[in-house]
């Protein structure tokens, strides 16, 4: 064989060696290391009602009367904890910084933790369970490690104390507790306290240290031997917990650093080819002489001939096949240029292909809903039995401009009570996102079913939705980065799971602001039956419109009633808000309870829920609670607003000469979707004390 045929053949060989080595050392479980100064939504997962101010996370409610509260946040990638390969588990460190503060000295509980767990949607129930666990699930929670720092004694678990912590492996009976006031700490005192937690793979141990300053002490607080390699998964999730149940109590975290060590470093191979590749740099192996025959040596010719020209050939093939499957897979893991990468940390991207097999080409048969802007397909995932719903937004201005404003906003949001995103597909000019399927459709749906007999939503179920409601909405208005108004809370937009608990959903017409800042003139936009009046009538939504809108839902939930009906032989079109204070102020306001539960209902909680829904729909913004206000009165920690028997009048003067038949059509109290005001009484002929102006329009006056 000649030289030059054996050295590209080397070449060849070299080349794909190297690649193989590549490719092998990508799979190898690396160290890991991040550090949170400040904390920002890019990288992080907020659940429950967890809430991020001014770059410091807040676990619980922030609330001024005693509640109920349980909030978790996860860093949003997986982190290597066990190698199959090397069969090595990790050791790690970290350090964060913690303040737990009260408002009020006699109420307390229930603490904080940071875990490990292997479920990135960790969160469980409030109260003595950390949100860690659920209440029902207390032996048998999903794996998890934890450091938990407890202010509340609880029996149930063996608690030595109300201020110790403890180390939690799946259950909140620690394996070892440590009662920190005889080491010098107070967990509740409101002070800054930093925590060191290292585990040592090599030695099995863990140690926790604590202080109010910022360096680290020599002694720890708290020791474990204990081999946690046992309990680790190749990839977990970090994060921290906490809960309150009857308290003021606030859980936050200033900063937060973690690192992984313990893997062997990566090494890429070092290729035995220089840059400017000769004869001379490439090893020649030497051929032992022996006697050929003229056959042989013409074979061997013939052979060394094939192999120089096969060979440059072969490795052009096999770079151009590397090349393609690169450039494939970078496409597929790429998003659209048009979004910003930062937003879609936890949704996806999904590939046209696979929506529109799992929706079997769009088909009518798979259609679950429709809106304004699209159409919502039921898309089920054959290869992993997962079901999804696809909204295949419509190619219009305003639908892209809806789609664009949904995927920003919910992307960044994480409540118990939100349809999750789950990703989103620009491909084929289609504009399509994916969220979690409710498995029992929308609230109106089942409120409204053709089916007499049966009612699916009893009182306990219906309570539980209004509750869920204002909690997301709390959310959303008070605990967010940015404060979101939804623009379009309605029966159609809160989805059922499968438990009936509530799930708010459409974020097409939501707009974010600054917390305290003024609210942004929009043209008007919302939906028949529960728009403000002041929305209406100066276009500024603000989260007191959204409490309009959620009084309405209130009352539909209570009252078994749409937002507007025709009653009588005229067909007369009747004002739910109207027709519930005309009973308020006989004093018979219970009379609006759905005759379909046949009075089988808690009757003092129907009694709060219509007059939470009234005090959310009073005519004047100002008189309007806030959404955190009435997620304490339905939780029975706040008293209800007292209601006036007499419903107020706001009056607004306009050049629209429209009476309330003028406006609504059949289809309109069906429940279809308009952008047209929803209750609009008489139309009277002063304004101001002037006469013959033009007419005037009386928002929800009764």
Known sequence: MSSSSRNLLSLFVLSFTYLGFSLFSSTVAENVSFNFSSFSLQNLTLLGDSYLRNGILGLTQELGVPSSSSGSVLFNSPINFFDPKSEISASFSTRFSFLITNINPGSFGDGITFFISTDNLTLGSPGRYLGLVNSSQLLTPNKFIAIEFDTRLDSIFNDPTDNHIGLDIDSLISIRTQDVVSKGFDLKSGNLITVWVDYKNDQKIMNVWMSYKSFKPEQPILVVEIDLSIYFKEFMFVGFSASTEGSTEIHMIKDWNFETSGFYPVRRPKSSIPHNVSDHTIPVIPITPTVLNSSSKNNRKKLGLGLAIAGPGLFCIGLVVFGFIFVKKFKEKRPDKSFKLELFKSPRQFRYSELKHSTKGFHPSRIVGHGAFGTVYKAVFPESGMTFAVKRTKQTHEGKSEFLAELSIIACLRHKNLVQLQGWCTDKGELLLVYEFMS???????????????????????????????????????????????RDIKTSNVMLDQNFSARLGDFGLARLTEHDKSPVSTLTAGTMGYLAPEYLQYGKATEKTDVFSFGVVLLEVACGRRPIE????????????????????????????DKRFNGEFNEEQMKKLLLVGLSCANPSSIERPTM??????????????????VKPSLSFCSILPLSLDDIVSDDECDGATSSLPSSVGQVASECNGSEKVSPLIEISIA
């Open 440 to 486: 029992n459709g929308s609230l109106d749906s089942v409120l409204y079913q053709e089916s007499k007999d049966e009612i699916l939503l009893n009182w306990s179920r219906r309570y539980n939705i209004a509750v869920g409601i204002a909690s997301v909405l709390t959310y959303l208005h008070r605990e967010c980065e940015q404060q979101v108004i939804h």
């Open 566 to 593: 025709r009653q009588g032989n005229d067909k007369h079109p009747v004002n739910l808000v109207d027709w519930v204070w005309s009973l308020h102020s006989i004093g018979q306001i219970i009379e609006a309870a």
């Open 628 to 645: 955190r206000r009435v997620l304490q009165i339905l939780n029975d920690e706040a008293e209800v607003i007292k209601i006036p028997k």
